[in-house]
């Protein structure tokens, strides 16, 4: 199943599931943010990665359900997913200023944007085949919607988290 397959399809179990599960649901990202505070690695970064998740799952009465874990890895792939979008667009203006200036100097180097898009734009493609197979791992079974969402979140969470890297410490 492609994955905008999957995502319809578990935004439709999230709709045909019971009213009641739906409003005991609540996910904060403020686990992830507090974890996040103070560390430099990006392996430290991603063991904060799932905790807001986590946390919701845990705190929920459905959270641990098929439609709990789902809404709750949705929630947390959401905040990454922004956040990634974020910090592209700021080293996307960053590295078109750096091109600039070389231009202006009659630097000869290959674009650093150009680079940076064409990265990206890779990627994506990357990111939803490996989480297709791990969606296939579970040979059609409930536990695939979760289980791609937790994919989706993990890899939309380590590119975010190595762009701000590579914004807050450049190209070292």
Known sequence: MRLSALILTTLAAFAASPAAAQEELHFSPVPTESCLLGTETLQAMEA????AATACMESNEFGYTTVGMGYCLD?????????LNAVYRQVMLRDKAEDAELAE??????????????????????????CDYERAQWGGGTGGGPATLSCLMYA?????L???????????
């Open 48 to 51: 904060c990665v799932g905790s």
């Open 75 to 83: 929630q947390e792939l959401a905040f990454w997913d922004a956040r």
């Open 105 to 130: 100097i009659g630097a000869t180097v290959p674009s650093l944007s150009e680079a940076l898009r064409e990265m990206q734009r890779a990627w994506i493609p990357f990111r939803d085949a490996a």
């Open 156 to 160: 939309t969470a380590r590119q975010a």
């Open 162 to 172: 190595i762009l701000e890297i590579r914004l807050t410490h450049g190209y070292q």
